[in-house]
Structure formats: structure tokens, C-alpha cells
């Protein structure tokens, strides 16, 4: 279903690394044409967890955190009770990307502090590893953390290297560029205040 989108949901990347639409208002449109699928009463469980979340990550683009707040708690009650870890895993790592948007670090270390223990404890998610590391990395990126932000980007490339995928690996090649610009510009800041300069 969610391949069916007859919209335009593609993004582009900003100098921190965060996610824009390329067009704001088709990525509204398929948030109104995924939440209209899903009133179908034929719709199952899984799919309907799966386009909440999708709904979520648009709402959050969109800076609609409290729409991406409600779509994602429902995805995240499905995969419950679906008792499905990956969704749920998932969907867990998109809220905590809301935290981090809306700069509630303290919920969004948290919680991607308690995913890098899950993801220890279930070897079932190691294919989403890599979005784990992306996503954390971006959080510590947006803190000014820039070691842990290279840590957490250099394990999702190597990930995402091993599985081949062009799209992924440019991603995270953004994201370490990113990194780099926002290192160098904070050095250039700090000579500029510098004493005697």
C-alpha cells in the first residue's frame, strides 16, 4: 500500500543533516491519502502498523510533531500487539527522531540509549542496525556531540556497506559530511572568539 502512494514523498538534506520534503505539499497529501487507506476495515494489522509509521516520519518532516506523535504511538500499539520486534523497534527509533527534532534530548538520548541495549539483546534486529546508528548519530550530531555523532555514522556506512546499498551509504556519506561542516564551522567560531584574534 504504502508503494501505491500516488504522491511525491522524496527529501532532501539540510546542512544538519535533517530530513526536508522536496515537496511539502504532496508529502501532506499522502498523509491524507494514507490515513483515508486507513479506514479500510479490510486493512490488515501489519499494513496499518506500517503506514502510521510512515505517516509519523511525514508529520515529523513536516514539523507536525504532534500529529507524528499520534500516528507513531499507533504504530507502536499495533507492534505490540502484534508482538512483531522489528516494527516495533522500528517505530521506536522514528519517536525518538521526534524527540530529537523537537530538541527533548533528554527523551530521545533515553531512548536511543535503551534501543542500542535492545538491539545487543535481540540479535533478530541486526538488519536494522544501521538506521539505529544513523539516527543516534544524527541525535548526538544536533547536541554538538561530534565523536559520538563520527562514531554512530562510521558503524551505520560500515553496515550499510555490507548491504551494497547506494541510496543508504550516500546517506550516511551526507550525514559525515554534515559532521565535518558543522566541526568546521564551530572551529572557525572558536578562533574567531579566540583572545588577540
Given at each position: ?59 515529523r518532516v513536516l514539523h507536525d510533531f504532534d ?131
Amino acid at each position: 500500500m504504502i508503494d501505491q502512494i500516488p504522491f511525491d514523498v522524496s527529501v532532501s538534506y539540510d546542512e544538519r543533516g535533517h530530513d526536508i520534503a522536496n515537496r511539502p505539499a504532496e508529502m501532506r497529501q499522502a498523509i491524507q491519502w494514507l490515513s483515508e487507506q486507513l479506514t479500510r476495515a479490510d486493512l490488515e494489522p501489519r499494513q496499518r502498523a506500517q503506514a502510521y509509521g510512515m505517516c509519523g516520519v511525514w508529520a515529523r518532516v513536516l514539523h507536525d510533531f504532534d500529529a507524528a506523535h499520534t500516528f507513531l504511538q499507533r504504530a507502536l500499539d499495533l507492534a505490540q500487539q502484534l508482538n512483531d520486534p522489528r516494527l516495533l523497534f522500528v517505530n521506536r527509533i522514528r519517536l525518538a527522531h521526534v524527540y530529537q527534532w523537537q530538541r527533548q534530548f533528554d527523551r530521545s538520548n533515553a531512548l536511543f540509549a535503551d534501543l542500542l541495549a535492545t538491539s545487543r539483546d535481540q540479535p533478530g534486529l541486526a538488519a536494522q542496525l544501521d538506521f539505529l546508528y544513523q539516527h543516534a548519530g544524527k541525535n548526538a550530531l544536533d547536541q554538538q556531540q561530534y565523536d559520538r555523532a563520527e562514531q554512530y555514522f562510521t558503524q551505520a556506512l560500515h553496515l550499510r556497506r555490507l548491504k551494497a546499498d547506494p541510496a543508504l551509504i550516500e546517506s550516511t556519506e551526507q550525514a559525515l559530511a554534515a559532521l565535518q561542516h558543522q566541526r568546521q564551522h564551530r572551529k572557525l567560531n572558536e578562533s574567531d572568539s579566540a583572545p588577540g584574534s
